[in-house]
């Protein structure tokens, strides 16, 4: 294959040394002849010595460093990558028959910055946020199919997450069926609409965070805000809440949510409202044990963090104002720019505007099928607190 090289500034070598995975347009040495978008490119230092090869593409990350090691970016090459990182999930006992819902990639976190792969019980969906991972949809779908068997579903679902100018079309690379799709996490039936429904169709970064309220629900009234399809109201209810209203903004997600509270056989003890989280959190019309806040990245860059840190104030301040006295507060955030800290300190602020005593119970995080590359911080990105409020 033929790969261009590309030299780094002298005084752009730190970051790469300390094996960070991007490479910012910025680092490169000037005057040179920029390849096409998508290309594996080699990374070398201001005299030649090789530094990394990665996927380009012109804009302000401009390589995804796929290998630190001087190794063809091939079949064999993302055989192994996805090999492990399958591995890794096997040891995390992700696949039985209570679970089949679990993160197979997670981009930078397996060394393959730019891909995710999210498996529902005999299907990968594969969104690539790279130019270079699209145009190796191929080699990806192989190893998928070396690792798994031929009977694997593969859907590819890009078009949300590669720059518009790309064009892109999703669609089963292998296999077919109807969506939604069943699968199960801890023990719950999903329908899983990967084709209509946000993101891949499921938040399976919540799982071992829905799983924790599950041992707090029983006997407890909950209200889940920001439901999509309704996984901690499940949870919930799996956990024996007495009652649980869900609510999102999305009539669609209010119906995901129906239909896996019907699958599950919860209808008797389970409601939905459709409005705005923040409108409906002003003033609640009911007293609730256990409220769940999870709401959608508020920031999706720096320059609206300020912003985000009010708006998740403001949610967090109308919960902990109205919760039942000793109620529990389960509340994330998954906006990358806001660390933990920050969040944390968000939350006290809002506790003490409200007057109330507040104690931390929990300090919640991503699940480990959303690993963190040691060299990549930008990875940890979900954070999350239960609080009880006296
Ligand atoms: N807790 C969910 C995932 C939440 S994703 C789970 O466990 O699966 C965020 C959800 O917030 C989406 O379903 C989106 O429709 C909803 N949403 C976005 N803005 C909202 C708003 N202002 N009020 C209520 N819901 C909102």
Aim: charged share 25%; proline share 3%.
């Amino acid at each position: 294959m033929n790969e261009s090289t590309l030299r780094v500034r002298k005084n752009k070598l730190d970051s790469i040394g300390r094996k960070h995975p991007w490479v910012f347009s910025g680092a490169l040495m000037e005057g040179q002849d920029l390849p096409e978008d998508g290309a594996v490119v080699c990374l070398e230092d201001p005299r030649g010595n090789f530094l990394a090869k990665g996927h380009f593409q012109n804009a302000t990350i401009a390589i995804r460093v796929l290998t630190f090691t001087d190794e063809l970016i091939d079949a064999s090459f993302f055989r192994k990558r996805i090999s492990n990182a399958i591995a890794l999930r096997r040891n995390l006992g992700l696949f039985h028959k209570d679970n089949s819902i679990c993160r197979l990639v997670h981009g930078e976190g397996d060394s393959l910055p730019g891909l995710v792969i999210d498996y529902y019980n005999d299907a990968a969906i594969i969104q690539c946020h790279s130019l270079g991972m699209y145009q190796s949809i191929e080699l990806i779908k192989n190893a998928l199919l070396d690792a798994l068997g031929s009977e694997l579903i593969i859907y590819s679902k890009s078009s949300d997450t590669l720059p518009k100018r790309v064009e892109t079309s999703d669609n089963f690379l292998s296999g077919n069926c109807i969506t939604p799709h069943l699968a199960h996490e801890n023990g719950i039936q999903y329908a899983i609409d990967w084709i209509n429904g946000q993101k891949t169709g499921f938040f399976i970064d919540q799982r071992e965070n829905r799983a924790l309220l599950g041992r707090y629900a029983n006997g407890k009234k909950v209200l889940n805000t920001f439901c999509y399809s309704g996984g901690f109201s499940l949870s919930a209810l799996k956990g024996g809440a007495t009652l649980v209203h869900s609510l999102d903004s999305s009539k669609k997600a209010i119906e995901l949510t129906e239909q896996n509270i019907q699958l599950n056989q919860f209808s008797g003890k389970h409601d939905t409202i459709v409005a705005d989280a923040m409108e409906y959190m002003k003033d609640l019309k009911e007293d609730y044990d256990i409220i769940v806040l999870d709401p959608p990245a508020f920031a999706k860059h720096r320059d609206k963090r300020h912003q985000a840190i009010q708006g998740y104030k403001r949610l967090n301040a109308h919960a902990i104002r109205q919760i039942k006295p000793g109620g529990l507060i389960f509340t994330f955030s998954c906006s990358q720019v806001v660390d933990k800290y920050l969040f944390n300190n968000t939350v006290i602020a809002a506790a003490i505007e409200s007057g109330r005593n507040v104690r931390i119970l929990e300090q919640l995080h991503q699940p480990a099928d959303h690993p963190v590359n040691a060299f990549h911080p930008e990875g940890e990105y979900l954070k999350g607190l239960v609080i009880q409020v006296d």
